[in-house]
């Protein structure tokens, strides 16, 4: 084996090893890859696809000097191995372990912290350009996947960096898939250049041929070259943006990787490198279904079966249920997501009805602007995207939807902390970034048949509301009868002096730390605070009134989340009562289970029930 004794094979090794080696090295790895993510989850399918690109970026360049920005940073794992973290994937995505994306904090290789799609043109032409203004002499390289050049950002940095005209090389892994198959123009121009792909089965059929014939193959390489223009003109688009552009390559040949890599390299202008991979390849249920796997839980790899679904399924899988019956019902409701059908449940929406389910793309700007024009239009648009993505529309949320005061419901799936995938996907700001906006109602549903009443509230308040709820299993907390309507806060436990005012997901932990003050003769009432903006001043009032110690207890960051408000709202009617706030705290939260974290930030029920008995004490 390759790497038998080699517990941290680095780069350097890589760049002395002979095409066949390196051919045994990718088999290795795709081994490793299967073994370590079957145990730990993880992005698998799309890193699967690129070990023989990373191993050729590995061979040309020196990636300890040189700055490699990958887009995004899911497809980092087989980088991670060939400098130095082979041992340590066994720790993938654990609480203290290695990150699942690139971070500059973990190797000098890691050039940019990158979690989300399109940042990495931008990203690598900054470099390059401080490289040339500091006199400085490395390449600087940006590996983006095709599905995140359908974000406007690739495009305004593309247009940037080829009017600069500064050494730049950006390589496209181009494998017809983002989480889920992509959409749009984009998508089908690169359809157009992959399947002029008549080049590539010439040139396999003729490297076959000529194997055991060197000479002939070298004669052959200009001839190639002239066959390649014949039937592939180089891609307009990119060249007239001012790029050289050369492509496709097949994205599993490791010595036609190198060589479009060197010459890349020796050009002194921006290059766009058209890489055609195969997510999941080597294993064979990852390539028939690579959005299975592309993030994935921990799994049987002799079967690809994963840890069986809880029966009352997630939270998602309520929300698109609820959704599609809701379209049953009214032909005006209609769906938008970004890149993420299946995740974020529209999948029964869209088998149902699929000419109302749209697909943006990797583009969540465009898809919050696309919904306010279907507001305008008579329509009651949904948009389900994850709650770290949807920061990135912030601004269209803000000027287009909430100024104008339209009907777009937000459904904000994986808010809050959401796990093992670190900083860049916590969920944890939306309490305070939606807040803040004029015009927008927040809800957090306690459990699963919460959300689906408050999916109907918002469809019918013809004003802009979001709805956050977690990654993962849907509680049932149905032994708490569920009023009419969701607008007024409810009581689910009774108490004296003390209260514990929680939201959406926290509800669940805020009864079980007050069972555990039960326990020690507290009784702490807790009530389900289900609309987080606009705040119930006057139920807060008789809040304050009633109760001498008040905790808020919210799956947000503190800093302008609900319980910051309902603080300040306290001292400016001189209410009797004190407040605490308990949430997340000021600073991106690492990777780790949900439980893990919340037991190192105080937020599960234990420590919960401690903090309420310590600060009792401090008032006595």
């Not at 670190?422 to 919460?450: C, R, W």
């Not at 009134?545 to 302008?560: A, F, K, N, S």
Request: net charge negative.
């Amino acid at each position: 084996m390759i790497t038998k004794n080699k517990e941290n094979l680095l780069t350097e090794d890589v760049k002395h090893m002979d095409t066949r080696s390196l051919e045994l090295l990718a088999v290795e790895i795709r081994e490793q890859l299967l073994e370590d993510v079957s145990r730990t989850g993880g992005h698998l399918a799309s890193n699967l696809g690129v070990v023989e690109l990373t191993i050729a970026l590995h061979r040309v360049f020196d990636v300890f000097k040189d700055r490699i920005v990958w887009d995004v940073g899911h497809q980092t794992y087989v980088h991670k191995m060939l400098t130095g973290r082979w041992d340590a994937m066994q720790t993938l995505r654990q609480m203290d372990g290695i990150s699942g994306f690139p971070k500059r904090m973990e190797s000098r290789s890691d050039a940019f912290d990158s979690g989300h799609s399109g940042s990495s043109i931008s990203a690598a032409f900054g470099y390059a350009t401080a490289r040339d203004l500091k006199g400085e002499d490395y390449a600087c390289v940006a590996v983006i996947g095709d599905g995140a050049l359908n974000c406007g950002v690739s495009y305004e940095a593309l247009n940037s960096a080829g009017a600069q005209q500064t050494p730049l090389i950006i390589v496209l892994n181009d494998n017809e898939m983002s989480i889920d198959s992509n959409v749009g123009g984009v998508a089908k121009h690169l359809q157009e250049l992959r399947t002029s792909g008549r080049y590539l089965e010439i040139k396999e059929d003729i490297k076959h041929a000529t194997r055991n014939m060197p000479r002939l193959q070298r004669g052959l390489s200009a001839a190639r070259d002239k066959l390649k223009n014949a039937i592939i003109p180089s891609d307009v688009i990119i060249e007239e943006m001012g790029f050289k552009y050369y492509g496709p390559v097949d994205g599993h040949d490791i010595d036609a990787l190198t060589d479009a890599f060197y010459a890349a390299k020796q050009q002194r202008r921006p290059v766009f490198v058209h890489v055609v991979t195969k997510k999941g390849k080597g294993f064979i249920p990852a390539e028939k279904n690579p959005s299975k796997f592309h993030g994935i839980g921990p799994f049987d790899p002799s079967t690809a079966i994963s840890a069986p679904e809880e029966p009352c399924g997630s939270y998602s899988d309520v929300f698109g249920a609820a959704l599609a019956e809701e379209a049953a019902e009214d032909d005006r409701v209609v769906a938008i997501t970004a890149a993420m059908m299946d995740a974020t449940g529209l999948s029964v929406m869209k088998k149902r009805f699929p000419d109302r389910v749209f697909d943006a793309g990797i583009a969540e700007q465009h898809a919050v602007s696309f919904a306010a024009g279907l507001a305008l239009g008579g329509l009651k648009p949904v948009v389900a995207i994850y709650s770290t993505f949807l920061q990135r529309a912030y601004d269209q949320i803000l000027t287009e939807v909430c100024l104008q005061n339209l009907p777009v419901v937000f459904a904000l799936d994986r808010s809050g902390v959401t796990g093992r995938d670190g900083e860049t996907h916590q969920g944890s700001f939306d309490i305070a970034y939606l807040s803040s906006m004029p015009n927008m109602t927040v809800l957090a549903p306690k459990d699963g048949p919460e959300l689906v009443a408050m999916l109907q509230y918002a469809l019918n308040l013809g004003a802009p509301c979001a709805i956050r709820y977690p990654r993962g299993k849907a509680a049932d907390l149905s032994e708490y009868a569920l009023p009419a309507g969701v607008s007024r806060p409810q009581l689910l436990k009774d108490g004296r002096y003390m209260c514990i005012l929680a939201a959406g997901s926290s509800v669940e932990d805020a009864i079980k730390a007050s069972d555990l003050l039960e326990e020690k003769d507290i009784h702490c009432a807790v009530y389900n605070l289900r609309v987080l903006k606009p705040l119930n001043e006057t139920f807060l009032e008789d809040i304050f009134r009633e109760y001498r110690h008040v905790i808020t207890l919210e799956d947000g960051d503190v800093c302008e989340g609900v319980g910051t408000r309902i603080a300040a709202l306290a001292a400016e009617k001189n209410a009797p009562c004190r407040v605490k706030v308990l949430g997340w705290p000021d600073r991106f939260i690492e990777h780790g289970s949900t439980e893990e974290l919340k037991e190192r930030y105080g937020l599960d029920p234990q420590s919960v029930a401690e903090t309420a008995v310590s600060w009792l004490e401090e008032q006595d």
